[in-house]
């Protein structure tokens, strides 16, 4: 299964342009505002936006729809649970189920799809070094509490682009488990579960793999924890940072207001 979460696609655009420090800042106010939006007229709004800067990104939907795709469950089993255990007027012919139940479960899985969107959108336009950088810049005060906030920062967006590698390593021993006769897909949970050890003892292993490969060429790269690392051009937020988070916010203060 191909995902884009967690991966870089270099492009010529505003949105990639930006510093990854307001980036950041413009992602969490993001979130936050769509859980705040309850309203389906104001959600609509908020999604049309992220249109918008979709298309200004360059970004096709193609590749943000496969960065959504390995979550569609959690959308669904979310909308579901709103949906059996919301009290309420009951909805014919669906036992347990319940009018505000349904209209809640639409409105948090909506909601769910616009702040994972925001995350993916700002991961695919935003390289994992000016990431990595933006994170350390604003833990920069926990440094006085003896926080390795730059090995925190590191573990992080590690972490976040082991995401599709994952996701790659697993299709590929699926694909090669498939032709060498396991069954994946039949039988009852039980026995489906015990074929997929056939897949995560592989996946983990080359999880663990990659990790030690991973840690042997930070050792050989001169990587040392807890040393300073300067860049060669150090970012500055720029009148464009500026006017961009401005509008932003205008934007989101109007959907909050109506």
Known sequence: MKTTLGQYLPRDSLVHALDARV???VMGL???VSFRLDRAGTLVLFALGLVFCTFISK???GDLYRGLKPFIWLFAATALLHVFMTGGDPLPLVPFATRQGLEGG???GAQLVLALWVSTLTTLTTSSL???WAMQWFMRPLKYLNVPTEEIALAVMLAIRFIPLLFEEADRITRAQKARGVDLE???VFRRTRAMVSV???LMHGAFRRAEDLAVALT???YRPGIVRSRMREPRVSLKDGVCTALVCLWYGFLLAV
Request: net charge positive.
């Open 186 to 188: 039949s039988g009852n």
């Open 130 to 132: 000016d990431m990595v």
């Open 200 to 202: 995560v003892v592989p």
């Open 220 to 222: 050989l790269r001169g």
């Open 106 to 108: 639409i409105r948090v």
């Open 30 to 32: 993001s979130i936050g």
């Open 23 to 25: 980036k950041l800042v």
């Open 59 to 61: 970004i096709s939907f």
